[in-house]
């Protein structure tokens, strides 16, 4: 069975911050592992992925995310954050068949200025 | 540029009437589609797997005859809710995955408010 688990529902930084957004995951069997990011009213965008390879992945927008097997962890961090990064960010898994994927519960990444 | 089109947009029906959601894999052909529902400031619920050509699986407490998967061709998907109610009222979002081990795409997803 999978799962994931985003720790921290709400996050705030402020802008230029260092951006941190935690997913822990459980897998029988290897992961591919996704970050995607939501804006309201709107469906998701991926951000990055690991399936196999360098486990430390970058996407779009600056961010990246580094997979830790020994941790099962995929957290996603941005150096510098920007007011246009406030959105939902949702960390998710598979078995990497395209099939099911599961989601976690979501972060809502705030910027202050 | 968007690979997984969904309309409409957003739609407002009245309760009892049904509303009918298209997914459209722009330049793949898509075997599986997958439908979500998401609640605000919710994660995505996976409702049901929509397989072209054959009837879709549906998760555990979706209600098959309330909410009909037509998954007709290799580049379209509907899902039709029937009789809907305000409770019906949500936000559903498409997706598929482009080749077997590729990430799932998105559709804009539709906002249904029932009246």
């Known amino acids: 069975a999978q799962s994931v688990t985003q720790l921290g529902s709400h996050v705030s930084v402020s802008e230029g911050a260092l951006v941190l957004l935690r997913c822990n995951y459980s897998?029988?069997?290897?992961?591919?592992l996704f970050w995607y990011v939501q804006y309201p009213n709107q469906g998701l965008q991926l951000l990055l992925k690991y399936t196999t390879g360098a486990t430390l992945v970058k996407g779009i927008n600056g961010f990246e995310a580094e997979f830790k097997k020994s941790e099962t962890s995929f957290h996603l961090t941005k150096p510098s954050a920007h007011m246009s990064d406030a959105a939902e960010y949702f960390c998710?898994?598979?078995?990497?068949?395209?099939?099911?994927?599961?989601f976690g519960t979501g972060t809502s990444l705030t910027v202050i200025p | 540029g968007a690979v997984v089109s969904q309309h409409p947009s957003w739609v407002i029906c009245k309760s009892g009437t049904s509303v009918k959601i298209e997914c459209r894999s722009l330049?793949?052909?898509?075997?599986?589609m997958f439908w979500y529902r998401q609640f605000p400031k919710q994660s995505l619920m996976l409702m049901a797997t929509?397989?072209?050509?054959?009837?879709?699986?549906?998760e555990q407490g979706v209600e098959k005859d309330k909410f009909l998967i037509n998954h007709a061709s290799l580049t379209l998907s509907t899902l039709t809710v029937t009789s809907a109610h305000p409770e019906d009222s949500s936000f559903y979002i498409c997706s598929a995955p482009r080749a077997s081990d590729s990430p799932l795409h998105f559709g804009n997803g539709t906002r249904l408010t029932v009246t």
């Open positions: 330049d793949f052909q898509a075997t599986t």
């Open positions: 929509s397989n072209e050509g054959s009837k879709a699986t549906y």
């Open positions: 998710a898994v598979s078995e990497g068949t395209g099939n099911q994927f599961y």
């Open positions: 897998s029988s069997v290897p992961p591919y």
